[in-house]
Each structure stands twice: as structure tokens, then as C-alpha cells.
């Protein structure tokens, strides 16, 4: 098991931003994958982000394109998921995830709530 602990979320207006954070307890190698996975109300979870940790190469949902924005910082153990712009329809509990494949969903974290109200 890799622990994954969250920070950030909370409550916003549409057009606002807000940062999360996830750091990983333990060694990371450089074919990890750290992301993000969000589940809305009575949905399944989706993917939104993921990066690599030894090359730092990102993957974003279409949903989420230009809008969000993910990096990793490698002395910190920790990758950051910078949200701005946000939708209402972004409303739901964000997992930060990892893995050594793709998807990344090996170790999940226990998930932060975001809210955006209109």
C-alpha cells in the first residue's frame, strides 16, 4: 500500500479557482503515474488528470483541458491539481490516485469534496 492524503477543496463560485494537493507516503519510482479521479453525484468515477512522475508528461480529460492544471514536484513527494474556471459541473469528490500503469488506480486516496455553486 502507498498512503495518498489530500488537501484542498472546499466551496466556490462558478468562474473560481481552487488548488489540490495529494502527497505520497513512501518511494515513487520514475514509471509512477499520479492522477486524479473525480465522482460525481450518482455517477461513476471518471478520470480527470494524471502525470508522470520521472518525465512530469500530463494527460488531461477533454472536459478538463485548459482549464486544469497538474504537476508534480518530485522533493516534496507531493502533485498538485491547480483548478480554475470552474463549473458547476465540476462538483464532485476528487481521489488523487497512483500507479506503475495505465490508469493509475493502484492506491487511491480518500477524496476531497469540491463544490462549485452557480
Known amino acids: 500500500q502507498l498512503p495518498l492524503v489530500e488537501s484542498g477543496g472546499g466551496l466556490v463560485q462558478a468562474g473560481g479557482s481552487l488548488t489540490l494537493s495529494c502527497t505520497a507516503s513512501?518511494?515513487?519510482?520514475?514509471?509512477?503515474?499520479m492522477g486524479w479521479f473525480r465522482q460525481r453525484p450518482r455517477e461513476e468515477r471518471e478520470f480527470v488528470a494524471a502525470?508522470?512522475?520521472?518525465?512530469?508528461?500530463?494527460t488531461y480529460a477533454d472536459s478538463v483541458k485548459g482549464r486544469f492544471t497538474i504537476s508534480r514536484d518530485r522533493s516534496e513527494n507531493t502533485q498538485t491539481l491547480q483548478m480554475t474556471d470552474l463549473k458547476p459541473e465540476d462538483t464532485a469528490v476528487y481521489y488523487c490516485t497512483g500507479g506503475s500503469t495505465w490508469p493509475p488506480q493502484n492506491h487511491w486516496g480518500q477524496g476531497t469534496q469540491v463544490t462549485v455553486s452557480s
Open positions: 502525470v508522470r512522475w520521472g518525465t512530469g508528461g500530463t
Open positions: 513512501g518511494r515513487l519510482y520514475s514509471s509512477y503515474i
